[in-house]
């Protein structure tokens, strides 16, 4: 019997596809999601490190155009500004109510003040305010320059409580008073010593660059006046102020400013419990409130109002 050969049996298995990466679309994705977030966290980094003004301006590039009639000549290319020889001047027009952040009137706090930030187009009552704010940030300014002067001069050391400033109704006034052991004139005489010469100059110095106009009076104490029988406290009160006058003018304050020098005698004591005390033996300079240069308002035709003129 014949044997049968037996053939080649071939079994073939199906692989199963490897769990590997499916492609490169995944990492196209996820480099967009990273830009993105890269992009946004960016943007919250410059949002906080944008100023408030940065931040203004941003909002105002993107914000939609008003259609807005402009009767002002605002509404062109220099948004009402007026091209001159020395660039571009601001339109003095007031601001719309619109905008909260409108600036407020320039008030010079300066020695002298600035006429030029006055501001324009306001009432009677509203300069008169503006005046009275001026008037004050001049004062405050004069009296520390005046102090700082006098503690910066060693020889004037000890005369620090010869000066009292205080701000009154009638303007700024600058005292400087006897102590005891320290006056500022020899007993019953006019001819000044000369530390009491030396803080005129500085009073002067720091006076003469302001506008108001000065008031200058001399006083005595109670003590009878010891001399000539036509000579009293009266004359000699008279006699210091003018002194005092002197001494200003030589020191560069204009003659033109001084609108008063007078003599009160003993009648206005500073230290009214004791009207002989050393205190009372004093000179008074005022710088008189709302004097000095002061704009003028004059009406337009126009519905500007009115306007400041120097």
């Excluded at 203004?56 to 091209?83: E, H, N, Q, V």
């Excluded at 706090?109 to 324009?120: K, L, Q, R």
Aim: hydrophobic letters at 40%; aromatic letters at 6%.
């Amino acid at each position: 019997m014949s044997q049968k050969r037996a053939g080649t049996i071939v079994v073939r298995r199906a692989r199963k596809p490897a769990h590997g990466h499916h492609g490169g679309a995944w990492k196209v994705a996820y480099a967009d999601f990273v830009t993105a977030m890269m992009a946004f966290f960016l943007l919250l980094w410059l949002l906080n490190a944008a100023t408030k003004e940065q931040l203004r301006g941003i909002s105002d590039y993107f914000a939609p155009i008003t259609s807005k009639a402009s009767t002002s000549g605002g509404g062109g290319l220099l948004a009402g500004r007026t091209m001159a020889k020395n660039g571009v001047f601001q339109d003095e027009t007031p601001r719309s109510e619109a905008d909260p952040e409108a600036a407020e009137p320039y008030h010079d706090g300066s020695i002298g003040g600035d006429e030029d930030a006055t501001p324009h187009d306001i009432s009677e009552k509203e300069l008169e305010e503006f005046l009275r704010q001026r008037d004050e940030q001049q004062f405050r300014a004069a009296e520390k320059q005046i102090r700082e002067a006098v503690a910066a001069s060693p020889d004037l050391a000890g005369l620090a409580k010869s000066l009292v400033i205080d701000d009154t109704a009638e303007g700024l006034r600058i005292q400087i008073i006897d102590q005891e052991g320290l006056p500022m004139f020899p007993r019953g005489d006019a001819a000044m010593y000369a530390h009491t010469h030396r803080v005129l100059e500085l009073v002067a110095q720091v006076v003469h660059k302001m506008p108001q106009d000065i008031d200058i009076t001399g006083h005595t104490d109670a003590t009878r006046y010891q001399g000539r029988g036509d000579y009293s406290n009266w004359e000699l009160s008279a006699d210091r102020a003018n002194a005092a006058r002197r001494a200003l003018v030589q020191f560069g304050v204009p003659e033109a400013r001084i609108s008063r020098v007078v003599g009160k005698a003993a009648i206005e004591p500073l230290i009214r419990s004791d009207p002989e005390a050393p205190g009372n033996r004093r000179l008074s300079v005022v710088l008189l409130r709302g004097t000095g240069a002061r704009p003028t308002i004059s009406s337009t035709a126009d519905k500007a109002g009115s306007t400041l003129v120097p």
